[in-house]
């Protein structure tokens, strides 16, 4: 099983058992490397084909009359990456960052909120009035 799974880029551990072998964390690594890099050309390979039935689609539908001729339309795709990147981790270090002055509020919560920057502004916690 594992000679399938390196053979098909994938993780160790994904079909096999992983507490059959022993792996340093060296291969560990190389290994979820490999596999990430295997899904990240999955998802572009696939990124191109929808991108390309779209376009079809709008060719052949302008040609037919269906849509006004010179529709625009726009595509985008917001690909995961959380099989290398631990998104806790991640939210932790912008805190961090935020904590540090490098990241304002509003991005922190746009980014980990789905806020746009107006609305994470107008969401902010009111300034706590410290009596003197």
């Not at 079909?15 to 899904?39: F, G, W």
């Not at 994470?120 to 706590?128: D, F, S, V």
């Amino acid at each position: 099983r594992q000679l399938i799974e390196f053979n098909c880029c994938l993780a160790y551990g994904t079909l096999s058992d992983p507490q059959n072998t022993d792996k340093t964390a060296t291969e560990i690594k190389a290994s979820k490397q490999r596999s990430y890099t295997m899904v990240s050309d999955t998802q572009m390979a696939l990124q191109d084909a929808l991108e390309d039935l779209v376009y079809a689609m709008e060719f052949w539908a302008s040609l037919y009359g269906l849509i006004p001729a010179g529709n625009n339309y726009e595509v985008s795709f917001d690909w995961d990456d959380s099989i290398v990147v631990d998104a806790e981790a991640e939210r932790q270090t912008d805190r961090q960052d935020v904590a540090m002055g490098v990241m304002s509020l509003v991005e922190y919560r746009a980014k980990w909120y789905g806020e746009t920057p107006d609305e994470a502004a107008k969401n902010l916690p009111e300034p706590a009035l410290t009596e003197e």
